[in-house]
């Protein structure tokens, strides 16, 4: 996925202010994903969605104490997001390849017992019975069900985390808190996006989500 450009950026101005801009940019293209991404069938939105979230992460990891308090929390939260989608995108990229060596798999056993067959005028049962790779059938169907029920199960564990998010006020707080400036007991004009969300809005650190 292209990273949104990030406009304005201004290589004479303050530093913090520019990595402001930029949090803001990738917060906002995390965010966009939902709620399409609550469709467990969006499988490349959520792999998008991951790497928005990976992108947001390492901004925050680097620069957080330029910012406020909750910008370290909100890095860490972020990482917990990445890490599921994470575990989701695995599952989606491993079925799927499982799933291809069986059809490999049943397609090798039908020309070999399509060859045992001579030419006998119809297949003899006894023939399917011993069919090469039979032994391996049950394993790869089991690793499929156990994938897809892992899916499944990963992806509830994603809506959970997403709702504790925005019941946290994830995204008001995190603007408010690259708005500050430690030390100088300011917020940049950018700091509100009408939420009225900020350091003081008398929400303590351990409201964020686990």
Known sequence: MKARRVKDIEA????????????RVRLDELCGFMPRAADPAEVQRLH???IAAKRLRYVLELFAPTFGPYAADGAKQTKKL??????IHDCDVTRPRVEALLAELRAADA????????DASDLDPELAAAAPNRAAYRGLETLV???TARRALLFERFLE???????????ARLED???????????TSRSHDGNGA???DGLPSEEAPT
Not at 12 to 23: L, S, T, Y
């Open 161 to 171: 985390r997403w709702a504790k998010l925005e019941r946290a006020r994830f995204r």
């Open 198 to 200: 900020g350091p003081s």
């Open 48 to 50: 998008d969605m991951r």
């Open 145 to 147: 069900v156990a994938l």
């Open 12 to 23: 004479d101005g303050p530093a913090a202010d520019q990595v402001e801009r930029i949090v």
């Open 82 to 87: 990445q890490d599921v989608l994470g575990e």
């Open 111 to 118: 020309a070999a017992l399509r060859d045992r067959a001579g």
């Open 177 to 187: 808190a690259v708005a500050e400036r430690p030390g100088s007991g300011t917020m």
